[in-house]
Nanobody
Framework: QVQLVESGGGSVQPGGSLKLSCVVS????????MYWFRRAPEKQRELVAA???????NYADSVKGRFTIARDNAKNAVYLQMNNLNTEDTAVYYC???????????WGQGTQVTVSS
């Protein structure tokens, strides 16, 4: 059974940084396209960043230049480096895996990121 476990959330001041991690167990990370989503209070879930099996990345306009998604297939992990955080980044962040050949999807439990002064 595939499981995704996020970590690295917390509280920071505006301008600060956090690095989220998502470790995949039960399968090989290399077969999945990986995403980070977030859901802010009273808002819809939104896609933050994505990385293909080949390492191509894509970002929401709101985080371009501040966030970086990366994957380490050897460690079965995907990361989200978040710099220059602002209050609009406050949300629960979720790791999501989509099998590259197929429709199998998996979600992590989420990790809270709070940006406040």
């Amino acid at each position: 059974q595939v499981q995704l476990v996020e970590s690295g959330g917390g509280s920071v001041q505006p301008g600060g940084s956090l690095k989220l991690s998502c470790v995949v167990s039960g399968d090989i990370l290399g077969g999945f396209i990986m995403y980070w989503f977030r859901r802010a209070p009273e808002k819809q879930r939104e896609l933050v960043a994505a990385i293909t099996t080949g390492g191509t990345t894509n970002y929401a306009d709101s985080v371009k230049g501040r966030f970086t998604i990366a994957r380490d297939n050897a460690k079965n992990a995907v990361y989200l480096q978040m710099n220059n955080l602002n209050t609009e980044d406050t949300a629960v962040y979720y790791c999501h895996a989509l099998r590259a050949l197929g429709s199998e999807r998996h979600w992590g439990q989420g990790t809270q990121v709070t940006v406040s002064s």
